[in-house]
């Protein structure tokens, strides 16, 4: 009767233990997943805010008298310039082509010839998608004597750089708020865990077990916690963006596998990291307790 009952308290044990895991391991993954989508926002502003600025033309008029030749040449030295992210050259038949699919109207067929100058459309890098980098550009291209004027809106350049850097202050600022809330949650999990084998801690402290051999399973128990809600925050987020590609194909433009990998590896280390630490805290207050305390708490 005795084994019976030991047998049926191990399978309790056992039992309460897995329930315990894999209700540990919901709220670990769900807390995750709240993470990973915050870093994958903060790096989607990133590129969203590279794409809209390597988006900015400045659109070069070339004289009518330059030869096939120097317009070769310009077109190298345009490229080889570090503001540059591409250069294309547009003709005055391809300008004159453009406007026409554009207004539906022949400008020829009423003065006579083709209005339209030649033309380089700069695309400029992010870093350089600044007005004190644009206008130093500008002023050097002004002074090229085959360039006819050099067009590209001020005004919008200015309230580009200024909503980044208003959107980016404010995505900060959640990312750390919601990064401290992670925190505090993931750590509510595992003290909640530790606090119900206090009682277990402490006996086993109180038969001379170390405070390294007492630490060793727990730990080992949080590390394994820690990688699987990683794994399954980590499948959460990439099936949702699956989806999300599925239904918005351009998405891709702004969030490519770099930062799918990056999201993908700070959710797997702060799953792992976090678990370990707030266990490894949660431990050390318990072992510091003495018996009587542990009934006060």
């Keep these: 009767m005795a084994r019976n009952n030991e047998i049926d308290m191990g399978k309790n044990r056992k039992s309460f233990l897995s329930t315990q895991f894999i209700t540990a391991a919901i709220s670990t993954t769900l807390v995750l997943v709240l993470l990973g989508t915050i870093v994958l926002f903060v790096i989607t502003a990133q590129n969203l805010s590279t794409y809209v600025r390597e988006n900015i033309n400045i659109s070069v008029l070339i004289s009518d008298e330059m030869d096939s030749l120097q317009v070769k040449s310009m077109e ?15 003709s005055k038949e391809q300008a004159l082509v453009e406007e026409i699919q554009a207004q539906g109207i022949d400008p020829t067929e009423f003065i006579g010839m083709n209005p339209y100058t030649a033309s380089f459309e700069i695309k400029i890098n992010a870093e350089h998608a600044n007005p004190d980098s644009i206008n130093a550009a500008v002023k050097k291209l002004k002074g090229n004597p085959d360039v006819v004027d050099v067009i590209y809106s001020k005004d919008l350049i200015k309230s580009v750089n200024d909503n980044i850097r208003k959107v980016s202050i404010i995505l900060l600022i959640i990312a750390a708020l919601f990064t401290y809330i992670s925190f505090a949650l993931i750590n509510n ?10 009682f277990i801690i402490n006996t086993m402290k109180l038969v001379g077990a170390s405070w390294n051999f007492i630490r060793r399973p727990f730990l080992a128990q949080s590390f394994t916690l820690g990688i699987v809600s990683a794994i399954l925050a980590d499948g959460l987020l990439i099936g949702g963006l699956y989806w999300l590609y599925n239904f918005e194909p351009q998405i891709s433009s702004v969030i490519d596998l770099k930062a799918i990998v990056i999201v993908s590896a700070a959710v797997f280390l702060f799953g792992i990291i976090i678990t370990y630490l707030c266990t490894l805290f949660s431990l050390n207050k318990y072992l510091k307790m003495s018996s009587n305390e542990l009934y006060y708490i």
Aim: net charge positive; glycine share 0%.
């Design 76 to 90: 190298n030295s345009l490229k080889q310039a570090r503001y540059a992210k591409s250069v294309e050259f547009i």
């Design 189 to 198: 999990t595992v003290r909640l865990t530790i606090f119900s084998k206090r």
